[in-house]
């Protein structure tokens, strides 16, 4: 990165502290807690990024696929990581893409059962990554990417955040109408000119991407959780796709912050508690479901 | 056996959507058999066979979904090279996921246009898409969601959507399974309505000798391959047909 971006993303910076130094609490003070105003910048740019795949994801019941995106992510992030490049997440993010293509056409082409495919897959890439970064030195360093760390966010790593954030919010204008019509009927979407296999392998590269940008933070463990429950436990409560997306992104943007928050105050993994107050979110609005 | 209906391959109209030895087959199992038949504008013909004939299958081909040998062309009045045509598919009576966070509406906009369907959709389009329910007299079903849609309801408003934008083709795949009498001949209405119309071509697959005698022009009875062909009483007093469906 050149000096003068270097110098535009620090004034950026200093703008996002400025605003949260305004709030009410210990850490917001000036000069405080910098790591801690990094995630929550990380969470207000990847909550609504995961709100918005999660609604796909659940609505073409592809929770297994997705979980399976992010073993890839997890060895594709070792496997940047040997292959010496000074930012292993581009070697990363491109091992994730090839993952996800190679799942999602071996799904359409084989006469396998979708589930034992992405099983495969899953199974055989996560051992590669554990063969691969356990090779003489044990399991220690494998904890950040199993787990995540939000409190280690860079800046110039949200910077990536927010450019995939909007890339993503682009994609979803232009591509939504096309995976809703293919999720509700294929056939109806084919001889509307749509094509089925092109569009999911289309997403299936943002989910891959999304994903492996947000590994490190989230943690390979918990990652899925992020793309099912919001959409989860938005479904129970509305009917129609405008709420429904909005609701997604509203509890995952709530819980994400509620989450960051109180995991600096209890010292917990904050991806951790995140996936726990989304998964507290899905059981009340289970119930407000049922009861209605 | 070939059986061409209309003997040459040259069609007699200028619009026309033309099958020429279509063949599919999954593995070992030929599906279709070198299937040749001619579907005009402005007539409806009915496919007829027995179950795993390959009629349904024939439709997928028809839509690009069903790898096939041989060749599936569309011409109209106003070019002699072929085209793609404007397809409208009325599936059998699909079941929905009930929890489907899509109302009718959404469903609408989704599949006709390009406005993204989980931003506000505003009065104009919303007005637009119950013009198009209204058709088929299910405009008060706009704000449901499509899981919970009764068969006959699901059936109007897939037909509804089939209709937009126009099609030069419509296929309807059995679309008459689970719907009540009322919303059957309001289906079939609605379907010769914009046939004369509009003069598209229809395909029909239906398993009820009565309505096909009723709405189709001309009736195709296939078990594999093409059996008989021509008039509705022709086929269906037919001895092939007797065989197969008597």
Redesign the interface.
């Given at each position: 990165m050149s000096i003068r971006n270097t110098a535009v993303l620090g004034d950026i910076m200093q703008v996002w502290y400025a605003i949260v130094d305004l709030l009410p609490f210990s850490w917001a003070e000036p000069g405080q807690g910098l790591f801690f105003k990094n995630a929550l910048l990380a969470v207000l740019l990847i909550a609504p990024l995961f709100g918005l795949l999660s609604?796909m994801i659940v609505?073409t019941n592809m929770a297994f696929f997705s979980e399976s995106l992010g073993h890839g992510a997890f060895t594709g992030m070792v496997v940047g990581t040997l292959a010496g490049f000074t930012e292993p997440l581009w070697g990363a993010v491109v091992f994730s893409i090839i993952f996800a293509l190679l799942v999602t056409v071996t799904r359409a082409k084989a006469r396998l059962s979708s589930d034992t495919i992405i099983g495969v897959y899953s199974a055989v890439s996560i051992a590669l990554g554990l063969v691969l970064a356990t090779r003489g030195t044990g399991l220690s360093k494998l904890n950040s990417l199993l787990v995540g760390d939000l409190m280690s966010v860079r800046p110039a790593e949200l910077l990536w955040a927010a450019l995939l954030l909007l890339g993503v919010v682009v994609y979803?204008?232009i591509a939504?109408?096309?995976l809703?019509?293919i999720?509700?009927?294929?056939?109806?979407a084919?001889?509307?000119?749509i094509r089925p296999v092109l569009s999911e392998l289309i997403f299936s590269v943002v989910v891959a991407i999304s994903v492996t940008v947000a590994i490190r933070w989230v943690g390979m463990l918990v990652i899925n959780a992020l793309l099912i429950l919001p959409a989860a436990a938005?479904?129970n409560l509305?009917?129609?796709?405008?709420?429904?997306?909005?609701a997604s992104v509203l509890l995952a943007l709530i819980c994400g912050i509620g989450g960051c928050i109180g995991a600096y105050y209890i010292g917990c993994a904050a991806s951790a508690l995140i996936v726990l107050c989304l998964g507290g979110c899905f059981g009340l609005t289970m119930l407000a479901r049922v009861r209605s | 056996m070939r059986v061409n209906l209309h003997g040459t391959n040259a069609c007699g109209v200028a619009c026309c959507t033309k099958i020429e030895h279509v063949s599919v087959s999954a593995g070992m199992e030929i599906i279709l058999d070198d299937v040749s038949l001619h579907m005009h504008c402005g007539e409806t013909t009915a496919l007829i066979g027995p179950n795993g004939a390959g009629k349904s299958t024939l439709m997928?081909a028809i839509?690009?979904?069903l790898p096939h040998s041989g060749d599936i062309r569309f011409t109209n009045a106003h070019t002699t090279v072929p085209i793609?045509p404007v397809?409208?598919?009325v599936?059998q009576t699909?079941r929905?996921d009930p929890?489907?966070?899509?109302?009718v509406?959404?469903?609408f906009?989704?599949?006709t246009?390009?406005?993204?369907?989980?931003?506000?959709?505003g009065k104009k389009r919303r007005e637009w898409v119950r013009e198009g329910l209204r058709m088929v007299d299910v405009d008060y079903t706009i704000?449901r969601?499509?899981g919970v849609l009764s068969g006959g309801e699901l059936q109007r408003v897939?037909l509804a959507?089939?209709l937009n934008p126009q099609p030069q083709l419509l296929?309807l795949d059995e679309p008459s399974s689970g719907v009540d009498v009322h919303g059957l001949s309001m289906f079939y209405e609605t379907v010769e309505r914009v046939k004369e119309s509009a003069d598209l071509s229809v395909l029909l697959i239906s398993h009820d000798p009565d309505l096909v005698r009723k709405y189709a022009d001309r009736v195709v009875l296939i078990n594999r391959r093409v059996v008989k062909s021509g008039a509705p009483d022709e086929v269906l007093t037919s001895a092939e047909y007797k065989a197969l469906l008597g």
């Open positions: 609604t609505n979803w204008l939504a109408n096309k809703v019509t999720s509700l009927h294929r056939s109806i084919m001889s509307r000119g938005a479904r509305t009917g129609s796709m405008g709420r429904f997306t909005l | 997928r839509l690009g979904e793609r397809i409208g598919y599936p699909p929905f929890q489907y966070p899509a109302t509406c959404d469903l906009l989704a599949c246009s390009r406005y993204p369907v989980w931003l506000p959709c704000d969601r499509v897939l959507l089939a296929l």
